[in-house]
Nanobody, 122 residues
Framework: QVKLVESGGGLVQPEGSLRLSCAAS????????MGWYRQAPGKQRELVAI???????DYADSVKGRFTISRDNAENTVYLQMTSLKPDDTAVYYC????????????????WGQGTQITVSS
C-alpha cells in the first residue's frame, strides 16, 4: 500500500515563503502523477499543482508565478515551493499520487497524504 508523508507546513507572514515536501513509500512500482491540493475552511478541495513523471507541470491560475512544483523520481518525493504567500493561500495542503505498488493492482490507484496546515497571517 502506498503511503504519503507530508512535511513543511506552518505559520508564515504574508509575502513569505514555505516549502512543502511529500515522500511516497510502500513498495512503489511506478508513480505516474504527483500533485498538491488544498482545502480551505468551508471550501471544496482544489488542485494547486501537478507534475508528471516526465516533469510536465500544471498550476491553478491563483498560484501561477508564485508556486513551483518539482519532484525527485529517485526518492519518490514531490516538493512545492511557495513564495509571495497570501492570506487566501491559508488551507490544509494535501499531497496526492497516482501510482502502482508491488503486489497491488496493475491499474494505478489514487493515494492521499494526511494533510499539512498552512496559515498565512501577520
Amino acid at each position: 500500500q502506498v503511503k504519503l508523508v507530508e512535511s513543511g507546513g506552518g505559520l508564515v507572514q504574508p509575502e513569505g515563503s514555505l516549502r512543502l515536501s511529500c515522500a511516497a513509500s510502500g513498495g512503489i512500482f511506478n508513480i505516474y502523477l504527483m500533485g498538491w491540493y488544498r482545502q480551505a475552511p468551508g471550501k471544496q478541495r482544489e488542485l494547486v499543482a501537478i507534475i508528471t513523471s516526465g516533469g510536465e507541470t500544471d498550476y491553478a491560475d491563483s498560484v501561477k508565478g508564485r508556486f513551483t512544483i518539482s519532484r525527485d523520481n529517485a526518492e519518490n518525493t514531490v516538493y512545492l515551493q511557495m513564495t509571495s504567500l497570501k492570506p487566501d493561500d491559508t488551507a490544509v495542503y494535501y499531497c496526492k499520487t497516482k501510482a502502482t505498488y508491488a503486489g497491488g493492482s496493475i491499474y494505478p490507484g489514487d493515494y492521499w497524504g494526511q494533510g499539512t496546515q498552512i496559515t498565512v497571517s501577520s
